[in-house]
């Protein structure tokens, strides 16, 4: 006869295994946040109404303010549009319009599609389209489907095992269960879920921004209201640091309605992004001793005979980073003396931190003193901290108001104070004479090789330059690619057909600018 013994240890073993596999914190954690997600699905509408939303478009008033985009510190940019979004979960269609207006009266429409057989992103201004490779249309459709509460959550309901409690919190007084989601495309989510009502209040995604530290794109939701079987918001709200803040007010949802399958088609028209300029080492030999810095927000550095110049600073600490390698790279032992901020706008000096850390002089506006101090004492990420948080010190900053002429033996670069213009109401240019090349920031805008339609800041710009005399050849722009200097006159065209587009939340199709 066998003994017994092994049997019954195998058998208390795999009750263990059994005990443990139930008690385990991941099981544990996956039911707490099961509950919770429950909660807000039946609040919503129940499993069925919302498991059960085949289409789903929406219409929405835009407002945004800005408040470190206006034409002066402290007084921010109010503009308004509108914002379409259609859902087709039976053919996996899905597709956003957002139309516009920023600062100067330019356009700033965009749209995005993405459907079982391509991805594109549209840029209207311009009239240009670019689409993702393969890998990256899954990730494309996660990303439009954060932007609406109601796909999102169908998508945390799909895939509940990658939702997992986080501790309570309160906002505005109300008890909140908290959430954390992991997005197909590695991106992480908080939702809020109100304990009392159970319907989610708010979203938040974690960034990194020089000016505010360690801090949150905040998405809140309110005002929900009956939609046939479902529970949905019609106001949200998304603040953006330091200081943007979008509101959307809803004024029509459609359930299980046809979608027009124009939402989710483009003209054969568009123009695909131009070839970006060949780089060596990270860099765009612009001329001899000038180079431009790919970074998303351009940066051109002169490398003169005992120093380097650098002609903006870039949009982020990354950014800024990288420009420091490239031209330590291209220029070792040279010591960045000077670094030009165009204008006081949030978004061209939030690079300038590694540069006050290294010691350079800020050139800029007189009104973009206080703005570059306070981001130069602003609190530091916690958990990526930058160069200037780890030896703090002040920044060096030198202004212009007129003109400024930066000059050796080999080199000149010429610094034109333009303001007031509809942009802002001081901002620099840089001029290299020599070289034919006029350098500007937001004055126009040349995204994938094409000038989008200008405002009243372009044309405001094309006559200041005109009145300077400056003569170039190539014009290159901080968000954009260098062109040639006709590009300026075809942005002044497009303008002209922009005119008829009307503003604000009463423009309901994209501008035709053909």
Same mark, same amino acid.
């Given at each position: 006869?066998?003994?017994?013994?092994?049997?019954?240890?195998?058998?208390? +073993?795999? =009750?263990?295994?059994?005990?443990?596999?139930?008690?385990s @914190?991941?099981?544990? %954690?996956? /039911?707490?946040? &099961?509950?919770?997600?429950?909660?807000?699905?039946?609040?919503?509408?129940?499993?069925?109404?919302?498991?059960?939303?085949?289409?789903?478009?929406?219409?929405?008033?835009?407002?945004?303010?800005?408040?470190?985009?206006?034409?002066?510190?402290?007084?921010?940019?109010?503009?308004?549009?509108?914002?379409?979004?259609?859902?087709?979960?039976?053919?996996?269609?899905?597709?956003?319009?957002?139309?516009l207006?920023?600062?100067?009266?330019?356009?700033?429409?965009?749209?995005?599609?993405?459907?079982?057989?391509?991805?594109?992103?549209?840029?209207?201004?311009?009239?240009?389209?670019?689409?993702?490779r393969?890998?990256?249309?899954?990730g494309?459709?996660?990303?439009?489907?954060?932007?609406?509460?109601?796909?999102? +959550?169908? =998508?945390?309901?799909?895939?509940?095992?990658?939702?997992? @409690?986080?501790p309570? %919190?309160? /906002?505005?007084? &109300?008890?909140?269960?908290?959430?954390?989601?992991?997005?197909v495309?590695?991106?992480?989510?908080?939702?809020?879920?109100?304990?009392?009502?159970?319907?989610?209040?708010?979203?938040?995604?974690?960034?990194?921004?020089?000016?505010?530290?360690?801090?949150?794109?905040?998405?809140?939701?309110?005002?929900?209201?009956?939609?046939?079987?479902?529970?949905?918001?019609?106001?949200?709200?998304?603040?953006?640091p330091?200081?943007?803040?979008?509101?959307?007010?809803?004024?029509?949802?459609?359930?299980?309605?046809?979608?027009?399958?124009?939402?989710?088609?483009?003209?054969?028209?568009?123009?695909?992004?131009?070839?970006?300029?060949?780089?060596?080492?990270?860099?765009?030999?612009?001329?001899?001793?000038?180079?431009?810095?790919?970074?998303?927000?351009?940066?051109?550095?002169?490398?003169?005979?005992?120093?380097?110049?650098? /002609?903006?600073?870039?949009?982020?600490?990354?950014q800024?980073?990288?420009?420091?390698?490239?031209?330590?790279?291209?220029?070792?032992?040279?010591?960045?003396?000077?670094?030009?901020?165009?204008?006081?706008?949030?978004?061209?000096?939030?690079?300038?931190?590694?540069?006050?850390?290294?010691?350079?002089?800020?050139?800029?506006?007189?009104?973009?003193?206080?703005?570059?101090?306070?981001?130069?004492?602003?609190?530091?990420?916690?958990?990526?901290p930058?160069?200037?948080?780890?030896?703090?010190?002040?920044?060096?900053?030198?202004?212009?108001?007129?003109?400024?002429?930066?000059?050796?033996?080999?080199h000149?670069?010429r610094?034109?104070?333009?303001?007031?213009?509809?942009?802002?109401?001081?901002?620099?240019?840089?001029?290299?004479?020599?070289?034919?090349?006029?350098?500007?920031?937001?004055?126009?805008?040349?995204?994938?090789?094409?000038?989008?339609?200008?405002?009243d800041?372009?044309?405001?710009?094309?006559?200041?330059?005109?009145?300077?005399?400056?003569?170039?050849?190539?014009?290159?722009?901080?968000h954009?690619?260098?062109?040639?200097?006709?590009?300026?006159?075809?942005?002044?065209?497009?303008?002209?057909?922009?005119?008829?587009?009307?503003?604000?939340?009463?423009?309901?199709?994209?501008?035709?600018?053909?």
């Amino acid at each position: 006869m066998k003994p017994l013994f092994p049997c019954l240890v195998g058998v208390m +073993l795999a =009750a263990g295994e059994a005990h443990a596999q139930g008690s385990s @914190p991941t099981v544990q %954690a996956i /039911l707490a946040a &099961r509950q919770v997600l429950n909660a807000a699905v039946d609040a919503m509408g129940g499993r069925d109404a919302v498991g059960g939303v085949r289409t789903y478009a929406a219409e929405e008033v835009i407002r945004r303010t800005a408040r470190e985009q206006g034409l002066t510190p402290g007084t921010p940019s109010v503009t308004a549009g509108y914002r379409t979004f259609a859902l087709d979960n039976a053919r996996r269609r899905i597709a956003e319009l957002r139309l516009l207006d920023i600062t100067g009266n330019q356009l700033w429409d965009y749209q995005s599609i993405v459907t079982p057989d391509t991805s594109v992103f549209i840029y209207w201004p311009n009239l240009t389209i670019t689409g993702s490779r393969r890998a990256a249309w899954l990730g494309d459709r996660a990303a439009l489907t954060r932007h609406q509460l109601l796909p999102l +959550l169908q =998508a945390m309901d799909q895939r509940f095992a990658a939702v997992r @409690p986080l501790p309570p %919190a309160t /906002l505005d007084g &109300r008890a909140n269960d908290v959430l954390t989601y992991a997005d197909v495309d590695g991106v992480t989510l908080s939702l809020f879920v109100d304990r009392e009502t159970h319907l989610p209040s708010r979203i938040e995604q974690f960034t990194i921004d020089p000016a505010t530290g360690d801090s949150v794109v905040a998405t809140t939701f309110a005002d929900y209201r009956r939609e046939g079987a479902l529970n949905l918001p019609h106001r949200i709200v998304e603040i953006r640091p330091p200081g943007s803040r979008t509101e959307y007010l809803v004024q029509r949802i459609a359930v299980n309605e046809p979608i027009d399958d124009k939402a989710f088609a483009f003209p054969a028209t568009l123009v695909p992004p131009a070839p970006p300029p060949a780089a060596s080492a990270g860099v765009v030999e612009l001329a001899k001793d000038v180079y431009l810095v790919p970074n998303q927000y351009e940066s051109v550095f002169v490398v003169f005979d005992d120093y380097v110049l650098v /002609l903006e600073g870039g949009g982020s600490n990354g950014q800024t980073a990288n420009t420091i390698d490239r031209i330590r790279a291209t220029a070792p032992g040279k010591p960045i003396r000077y670094v030009v901020a165009t204008h006081f706008h949030n978004d061209h000096i939030s690079g300038l931190r590694n540069f006050i850390a290294q010691g350079a002089t800020i050139v800029t506006t007189r009104d973009a003193v206080g703005p570059i101090k306070a981001l130069a004492h602003a609190p530091a990420s916690r958990i990526f901290p930058d160069s200037l948080s780890r030896a703090p010190t002040g920044p060096v900053i030198e202004t212009v108001d007129k003109d400024r002429v930066f000059r050796d033996a080999h080199h000149e670069v010429r610094i034109y104070q333009v303001g007031p213009s509809p942009h802002v109401a001081q901002i620099l240019i840089g001029y290299l004479p020599a070289e034919r090349i006029l350098f500007e920031g937001d004055l126009l805008d040349i995204p994938d090789g094409q000038p989008v339609a200008g405002g009243d800041d372009t044309r405001d710009f094309a006559a200041k330059v005109k009145a300077l005399g400056l003569a170039f050849d190539r014009i290159v722009p901080v968000h954009g690619m260098p062109g040639p200097a006709s590009l300026l006159e075809l942005s002044l065209k497009r303008s002209v057909a922009r005119e008829r587009c009307g503003t604000g939340d009463q423009r309901r199709e994209v501008c035709r600018l053909e």
